[in-house]
């Protein structure tokens, strides 16, 4: 999988220069983007600001971290009953 240019605040500020009013077109020959592209991410942050993007992310760090911590707990929980298991 290739890089990502443009990081999801980038994206936001080119959805906002179109809803200026700048034409499509113009702004996709600007950024190197396919029109697909545009309503793409048109589609995917229809009204969202930047401070939502980095709230969303602290969400999934977040949440990897939780289900880290809840694999590591059932780990220790399924030893632990093994162990109990062979004692009796």
């Not at 592209?37 to 760090?61: F, P």
């Not at 707990?73 to 004692?87: Q, R, S, T, V, Y």
Request: with cysteine; aromatic share 8%; net charge positive.
């Amino acid at each position: 999988m290739r890089p990502q240019k443009f990081n999801d605040t980038k994206i936001i500020k080119i959805l906002k220069e179109a809803e200026a009013g700048l034409a499509i077109n113009d702004l996709c020959r600007k950024y190197g983007i396919g029109r697909t592209t545009y309503y793409h991410w048109k589609n995917r942050y229809t009204d969202m600001e930047v401070s939502d993007i980095k709230r969303l992310k602290e969400l999934k760090a977040e949440n990897e971290r939780l289900k880290k911590m809840f694999t590591e707990m059932a780990l220790e929980n399924h030893a632990l009953k093994d162990l109990i298991e062979k004692k009796l």
